[in-house]
Nanobody
């Protein structure tokens, strides 16, 4: 079964860092455009970052520019989101999405809580 699994979330103090992972099973992530999204309680899901399949060009939400880096490890079939200088407003469930033509896969999400 095709699957995306996020991991790496947790509780971190303001100013701390986390690295989220998005691992794929039964399909190769390197052919897909990958996006990270987040959804905070009572808010709509929003895009955080993305990386293209063609040239690995990246995009970042203004709210997280300079604090996050998206990257791929094709050998591990995994995409990462390194998040630094985390703020309480970054608290949300973080999801990864893999998209190629009509193929559109979502993971189950990983909780990130930024609190002292």
């Amino acid at each position: 079964q095709v699957q995306l699994v996020e991991s790496g979330g947790g509780l971190v103090q303001p100013g701390g860092s986390l690295r989220l992972s998005c691992a794929a099973s039964r399909f190769a992530l390197d052919y897909f455009a990958i996006g990270w999204f987040r959804q905070a309680p009572g808010k709509e899901r929003e895009g955080v970052s993305s990386i293209s399949s063609s040239d690995d060009s990246t995009n970042y939400a203004d709210s997280m520019k300079g604090r996050v880096t998206i990257s791929r490890d094709n050998a591990k079939n995994t995409v990462y989101l390194q998040m630094n200088s985390l703020k309480p407003e970054d608290t949300a469930v973080y999801y990864c999405n893999a998209k190629l033509s009509l193929n559109d896969y979502w993971g189950q999400g990983t909780q990130v809580t930024v609190s002292s």
